[in-house]
C-alpha cells in the first residue's frame, strides 16, 4: 500500500461531534437542537456537497456561512430536481409518442424485432437492447402490457413496448434509428439536423437520472455536454452547465402553456432561494428568463 493513504476508515461520529468539526470550520450553527435533528434526516456527507461553494481550503470554509443557509440550499436543490422531473416527464412520454408513431407505421406493429429496421452497429448492442425490453415487458404490472401478455400470446405492438421503457433506454433507440427516420422525428421540433437530438436525450438521461436518485446539481457540471444550437452559440450558453441542458428544453417542450408555467414556476423557486443560489454556479446568465421565454430563431418553423 501507498504510504501516503489510510488504510483504516474513521470511526463513526456522534451528532455532536459533526456540529464540533463544522464549528470548527468556521461554520455558524444558530441552534444546535435544530441541527441535531437536521443531521438525523439528512446525513452528513450529503449536505458537505453544499458546502463545497463556501471552502475556502480543506479547514476553513468562507466567513459569516451558516449552517441553516447550507440547509436552505439544500433544499433548493431538492426543489430544482422535482421540477426538473416534472418537465422531463413531458419530453420523455412526448418522444415515446412520437417515435413509437412513426416506427410503427414505416416497419409495422412489430418493428422493434427486426433489427434491419435500425442502425445498430454491432448485433450485440441490438440484442442487449431486445433482452432488456422484454425483461421490462415481462416484469411490468401495466394493464395494457398484461392485456397483450394474455390475449396476443406476448405479442406486443410498438406503442405498448415503448412505455416500459427507461429514458435511457428511450434515448438508445432513438440513437439507433436509422437517420432518414431520426429526422422525421427532429422535424416535429422544427430541428435542421438530427445530431442534435442525439446529444440532447442522451444528456438529458443522466440529468433525469441524477434528479430520480436524489444526487446534487447544484455547483455540478454535465458530465455529457449538451451540443449547442446556434442560438445557444451567439448567447454563449456552456455546454456543460445546468442552463445549458434546460436551454435545449426550449424546443423540446412545444406546448407553450406548459412551458411558460413551467418557466414561472423555476422564476418563483430562484427568486425564492436567492440568498444562497448563486445562479452563476448553475450556468445561469442574469437575462436567463428572457432567453429561456424567446422564441427559437434557428429552427425550420420560424
Known sequence: MDGNHETNLKPPATYTEMLDKFKDRGLIIQDEIKAVGILKRINYYRLTGYLLPYKLDENQYR???????????????????????????????????????????????????????????????????ISKLYEELDRSKEIFVSHHKHNYRQR???????????????????????????????????????KLMDSWLHSLCILRNRCAHFSRIYDTKLTHQVALTFDAQKLKI????????????????????????????????????????ELYRIGFPEDWENYLRSIPTDTSYT
Not at 70 to 91: A, K, N, P, Q
Not at 100 to 124: D, M, Q
Not at 245 to 263: C, E, H, M, P, R
Open 63 to 129: 466567513e459569516g456561512t451558516t449552517f441553516e443557509n447550507i440547509v436552505d440550499l439544500y433544499h433548493f436543490d431538492m426543489r430544482l430536481r422535482s421540477l426538473l422531473l416534472d418537465i422531463f416527464e413531458y419530453v420523455e412520454i412526448s418522444m415515446r409518442s412520437l417515435i413509437s408513431y412513426h416506427l410503427a407505421h414505416k416497419y409495422g406493429v412489430e418493428c422493434y424485432n427486426e433489427p434491419v429496421n435500425f442502425s445498430f452497429r454491432k448485433s450485440i448492442d441490438y440484442d442487449k437492447f
Open 156 to 194: 406486443y405492438p410498438i406503442w405498448v413496448a415503448v412505455e416500459v421503457l427507461s429514458f435511457s433506454s428511450l434515448s438508445i433507440l432513438y440513437t439507433n434509428m436509422k437517420p432518414e427516420d431520426k429526422r422525421v422525428i427532429c422535424k416535429q421540433f422544427g430541428l435542421k439536423t438530427n
Open 238 to 277: 456552456k455546454p456543460n452547465t445546468l442552463f445549458g441542458a434546460i436551454f435545449t428544453l426550449k424546443y423540446l417542450v412545444q406546448d407553450q402553456t406548459t412551458w411558460s408555467s413551467w418557466i414561472t414556476e423555476l422564476n418563483s423557486l430562484l427568486d425564492h432561494y436567492n440568498h444562497v443560489c
